[in-house]
Nanobody, 126 residues
Framework: VQLVESGGGLVQAGGSLRLSCEAS?????????IGWFRQAPGKGREGVSC????????YYGDSVKGRFTMSEDNAKNVVYLQMNSLKPEDTAVYYC???????????????????WGKGTLVTVSS
């Protein structure tokens, strides 16, 4: 299983970025809970957005609600994270993740997932 993130970079505050996560190795997002997490310099991991077929609800971390949107293209086996109204505090390495279990997205948001990508850096300048 390989998850590869892309789309990170440098953006000014108030700007937008769209991150992508592609899966390979015979892995299908359809069969897994999926999510995005981030880790800012010197801080712990934070759940950004998670969804699971257990309830079909997409959960977002409080700090990104209303600004970030997760979506997926099942035909392409790609997951996206659209990030709008970016703030300097959104600066972090963003990780795509997936899990074969059947917990709710809210559970994964707090606990993390099983499979992880290597991350892509997002830097928001003020």
């Amino acid at each position: 299983v390989q998850l590869v993130e892309s789309g990170g970079g440098l953006v000014q505050a108030g700007g937008s970025l769209r991150l992508s996560c592609e899966a390979s190795g015979g892995f299908s997002f359809d069969d897994h809970a999926i999510g995005w997490f981030r880790q800012a310099p010197g801080k712990g991991r934070e759940g950004v957005s998670c969804v699971s077929s257990s309830d079909g609800i997409t959960y977002y971390g409080d700090s990104v609600k209303g600004r970030f949107t997760m979506s997926e293209d099942n035909a392409k086996n790609v997951v996206y994270l659209q990030m709008n109204s970016l703030k300097p505090e959104d600066t972090a390495v963003y990780y795509c993740a997936a899990d074969p279990s059947y917990y709710s997205g809210n559970y994964y948001l707090r606990r993390g997932m099983y499979y992880w990508g290597k991350g892509t850096l997002v830097t928001v300048s003020s």
